[in-house]
C-alpha cells in the first residue's frame, strides 16, 4: 500500500511549512488526487490518521479533490476527460493520444493553519478519568 508513503510525505512536507511558520497546529490539508494517480482516497484517509499521530498535524481534517484525467489529441489538439479505465483515442478523429494533460497528480492544494488561541484552550482541558 503505497498510501502510507504518500501520507507520511505529507505530513513531513506539512510539519516543515509549520515549523518555518510557528504554526501550533494544522485544522485540514486540502489534496487534489488525479483519478490516474492510483491512489485510493479511503486508504489514503485511513493512512493519513495514522501518519499524523504525535505531529503537529495530529487532528487535522483530510480534504481530497478529485482531479479528472484528460488527454490531448495528438493529431487534431482535441481535449477530453478519459475516465476510468483511460480511453486514450481521441473521440474527434480516432487517432491516439499525444500527452495526458491531466489526472496523474498527488498535489497539496491548501493547508489552513489552526488558530493559535483554539489550540492553547485545548490543551489546557482538564484530565478527565474518561481521557
Known sequence: ?????LAVAVVDQVEAAATSRGAVGVSSIELDVGELAGVVPDALAFCFD???????VEGAELITRTVPGTARCASCAEVWAVGMPPELLCPGCGAAADALVSGRELRIREVR????EAASDRDRQPITEEN
Open 1 to 5: 500500500m503505497h498510501e502510507m508513503s
Open 113 to 116: 493553519w489552526a488558530d493559535p
Open 50 to 56: 495514522l501518519a499524523c499521530a504525535g505531529t503537529v
